[in-house]
């Protein structure tokens, strides 16, 4: 690395930490700590509990401010280095605006990189531990569970031996309606199990009124066979089952994708799970949009106040994400497909930050 990224990537450094500080401090005071005294109020949450719930939503919220940070990085960044004629001088040296940004698009990638594997590997786990501390520490699990389209997964040495699917699930009766059970032998699927309803009852569940489909290792059906009551390959308790289920920000990508594919084959709509999955890749990569708009406009005149670059980047970032709610809501709604209503604010911030750098290089 030269001297002059270093130099750059030094001044990026500062304003970037800055950024996740202080507004992930803004999410923390206005949203975090606010809930978690309505559960001290409300259900006389211990201090350890809380204490879990506080460091358990960091996570999800330091993600967010990645691309936000990024965006006050190199507003503030090269704000400065434009305000103390640093960069005229260095474009004097002949070295065009596409060098000097080099550095920061390089940070930016990197940042949105490292964001993706965040996003993935920590924060569901995180997000997963969060709702247990609050149901089974603070709420204390006082109201059972009644839900619908649950998916129960059981994984041998890492692959799916049986995929389980009920359209309504009822803890206190402990009942399953509608129930699809897809088997599987070396990753083909192997068998299909439908009944109207399954039971628990004497430590076993147990199926009711359904059809058994045996399939050909080529995907033709085999033979089927009817059956009035019959025992489910399920072990796992009613309240197992509830605690297994997650909500779309606790799944992994992976996981994702497999509740989409099961859904989508019993006719679910699914816009609310792809807008996760997407949003998974679109968050991170903000940053690099980000790192696009904010660098250009860094160099606009009077940007050497560390206020006007604060004041700045908060109106991009609201505008962003004022954008993001609304195409999300859409996409969530089926209005739009979902991969356009997670991907369109990016585009244009791309868009746009391709306009300044043009504009900024002439």
């Known amino acids: 690395m030269r001297i002059l990224d270093k130099y750059i990537v030094k001044e990026l450094l500062g304003p970037f930490i800055f950024g996740i500080c202080a507004f992930s401090s803004v999410f923390i005071g206005t949203s975090t700590l606010f809930r978690i005294a309505q559960y001290i109020s409300k259900y006389g949450a211990s201090l350890t509990s809380v204490t879990k719930l506080f460091f358990l939503s960091l996570p999800s919220i330091i993600v967010l401010t990645f691309p936000m940070s990024m965006l006050l990085a190199s507003l503030l960044s090269f704000g400065r280095l434009s305000g103390s004629s640093e960069i ?9 605006f596409y060098r000097l940004a080099a550095p920061v698009f390089v940070v930016a990638l990197l940042v949105s990189l490292m964001a993706v594997t965040f996003n993935e590997l920590v924060v569901p786990k995180a997000n997963a531990a969060y709702q247990d501390v609050l149901r089974y520490e603070i709420e204390r699990n006082n109201s059972p569970k009644s839900e619908e389209h649950i998916v129960i997964k059981d994984v041998k040495e890492g692959s799916i031996q049986r995929l389980t699917y009920a359209r309504k699930f009822d803890e206190t009766t402990s009942t399953m309606q509608a129930v699809t059970i897809q088997e599987f032998q070396d990753e083909k699927l192997v068998r299909v199990e439908n009944a109207e ?8 569940w147990v199926m009711y009124s359904g059809i058994i489909y045996d399939l050909s290792g080529e995907g033709g059906l085999e033979r089927t066979m009817k059956f009035e009551q019959q025992v489910m390959p399920l072990s796992k308790t009613p309240t197992a089952i509830s605690r297994e289920q997650k909500k779309p920000e606790e799944m992994t990508i992976k996981e994702l994708k497999q509740q989409i594919k099961i859904l989508q084959a019993e006719y679910v709509k699914t816009s609310k799970y792809e807008i996760e999955l997407h949003q998974r890749i679109t968050i991170p990569v903000a940053s690099f949009v980000f790192a696009l708009i904010g660098t250009p406009l860094g160099l606009q005149p009077h940007r050497s106040s560390s206020s006007i670059g604060l004041g700045l980047s908060i109106i991009i970032i609201f505008i962003y994400y004022s954008f993001m709610t609304i195409t999300t809501a859409l996409g969530q709604g089926g209005t739009i497909p979902a991969f356009i209503a997670a991907w369109i604010p990016n ?10 750098i043009r504009r900024a290089s002439r």
């Not at 005229?88 to 065009?96: D, F, I, K, Q, Y």
């Not at 309803?197 to 076993?204: E, F, G, Y």
């Not at 585009?347 to 300044?356: D, F, K, Q, T, W």
């Open 347 to 356: 585009v244009v911030g791309i868009i746009a930050g391709i306009y300044l």
């Open 197 to 204: 309803k399954a039971l628990w009852k004497n430590n076993q």
């Open 88 to 96: 005229t001088a260095m474009r004097s040296g002949g070295l065009s």
